[in-house]
């Protein structure tokens, strides 16, 4: 892509919310809309920046995206192994299969007043509620890029006298890698959203006790700050596991769009 | 030429479902020398592949004997190389990774035997492509290097060219033939191609079908490199075609 191709894509892209700043800002200006509830963009700014200087936005955003990170390693992680466990044998999947399916359609919502019951207010019952989260994708996507696998690779596998270690680092994690980073990539989304739930729900740090703290005192430019700053890391890590994809699956042979 | 690479007696296959039990192998005997480039031509349904699979030890459900060097063929090994219709090649890996599959690049003795590879199959340059930007002709190249790293000492073919232009076809040929007479491995080659089979083998088997027997075996006298258009190759195609025809005329029991 030339530099000139790529603005033009930057340009197109930002062309709606740009589009919607302006008006919004104009809307507050002219006094269509209450300067309490739609705080102007500017303003907006203002308090991030008076945030971002304080030290205050940094601190709490260390906060959240650490308790993202270890529910989404310790659920994830544990998602990925099962759910290869799963793929990769026949028995594995007739024992665990059917509960995971059943605890899949169980809103997290809905459960979480029990981790709250059962593990209080405190990092374990988030970080419980992140993994839970995280978990379900990455397992039932393992489970299906082990399953697309092609079998005429395992012959080839079979004729060349791969060992089993070979025939799952060579044939089977590289067949399932598409599925294993989308997987990655909803996992993580699903993370962050646990974590705002979890943080929602009472905590006393971290962008979600931001949020809810400034909701008590009607601040509502810092609200808007925290809500940002949650779409801003969520894009971002996506983007980073996008980047990953498109880095490890360069060999893919298919249509671009 | 006198060692025996490959031998197959007593060979019968059935393939059986619920209700009904079809014959499609039917007492094969056939062995291949050292060296020796052996090509099984037949109508299709005459169980030529399944032979071929049955040689590999990809399929052990069958009576009879298979061995290679006088040892039983129990299933699948380096030692049978065995090249598939498709090219089969991994589509992650580039090619020498292909080539290398479960071998480390970083070991020297590996490196140094893809790249001998890599310049007996002609694919200097594209060490680093991935199948997806190889030609049919070049990805089964690849496949035939995968195989010959593993110094198998017999190569199976499975309709290798099969998915070829007549062009590519011609040219994996002559490269076939180049990489036998270096490599000096013995070939076993299924085709349906009457041309292929004599430009390359030494022995052609007839098969027939319903139930797969051999019909005839016509060796090819001719040196090579051999002349597609000269007479005595024009002899043997003959040859060939009556061997097929009389195998196709017992079959009359069309319907329309």
């Known amino acids: ?257 | 030429m006198t060692a025996t690479a490959l031998e197959i007696s007593h060979l019968n296959k059935t393939f059986r479902t619920a209700d009904t039990s079809t014959h499609v192998l039917d007492d094969i005997h056939l062995s291949l020398k050292k060296q020796e480039f052996v090509s099984i031509i037949g109508p299709s349904g005459c169980g030529k592949s399944t032979l071929l699979k049955i040689a590999a030890g990809l399929d052990i459900d069958y009576e009879g004997q298979v061995q290679l060097n006088g040892a039983d063929v129990k299933g699948p090994s380096k030692e049978k190389g065995f090249i598939f219709q498709e090219h089969r090649l991994f589509p992650w890996a580039t090619v020498e990774k292909n080539i290398a599959a479960d071998l480390s690049l970083k070991n020297d003795e590996v490196r140094h035997k893809v790249d001998e590879m890599i310049e007996l199959v002609r694919l200097k340059g594209f060490e680093k492509a991935y199948p997806k930007q190889l030609s049919g002709g070049m990805s089964q190249r690849v496949a035939i290097a995968r195989a010959l790293l593993r110094s198998p000492q017999v190569l199976l073919l499975d309709e290798p060219f099969g998915a070829l232009d007549a062009f590519t076809r011609n040219h994996m040929q002559e490269s076939l033939l180049d990489i036998w007479r270096q490599n000096q491995t013995s070939m076993l080659l299924v085709t349906h191609d009457i041309d292929e089979a004599i430009f390359l083998s030494n022995r052609i088997v007839v098969m027939d079908a319903r139930p797969g027997r051999i019909k005839a075996v016509i060796p090819v006298d001719l040196t090579y490199p051999r002349n597609r258009v000269g007479v005595p190759f024009q002899q043997l195609r003959t040859q060939v075609l009556g061997a097929l025809n009389h195998v196709e005329a017992e079959d009359v029991s069309y319907e329309i």
């Open chain 1, 1 to 257: 892509m030339t530099g000139k191709e790529r603005t033009k894509r930057f340009l197109l892209g930002a062309l709606i919310p740009v589009a919607v700043l302006v008006v919004w800002q104009l809307a507050v200006v002219n006094g269509l809309v209450s300067r309490q509830l739609f705080p102007p963009p500017t303003s907006i700014f203002r308090d991030f920046y008076d945030m971002l200087m304080s030290g205050e936005l940094p601190h709490h955003l260390g906060i959240s995206v650490l308790r993202a990170m270890i529910g989404f390693f310790v659920g994830g992680g544990l998602g990925l192994l099962i759910g290869l466990g799963s793929g990769l044998y026949k028995r594995a999947e007739q024992v665990l299969d059917p509960t995971i399916q059943m605890l899949r359609t169980v809103p997290l919502l809905a459960i979480t007043p029990l981790f709250i019951l059962w593990f209080g207010f405190g990092e374990l019952s988030k970080i419980l509620l992140i993994a839970m989260g995280a978990f379900f994708p990455l397992y039932v996507n393992a489970f299906l890029g082990v399953r697309n696998v092609d079998s005429k690779l395992f012959d080839v596998a079979r004729v060349l006298e791969f060992s089993r270690f070979h025939q799952l680092t060579k044939v089977v994690l590289p067949a399932a890698m598409p599925n294993i980073l989308l997987g990655v990539r909803l996992s993580l989304s699903t993370a962050w959203l646990c974590l705002v739930v979890a943080e929602l729900m009472g905590a006393d740090q971290g962008i979600g006790y931001l949020i809810q703290d400034a909701r008590s005192y009607m601040r509502t430019g810092v609200v808007f700050v925290g809500i940002v700053i949650f779409a801003v890391v969520g894009k971002l890590t996506d983007s980073l596991v996008r980047l990953l994809e498109s880095r490890l699956l360069q060999w893919r042979d298919s249509y671009r769009g």
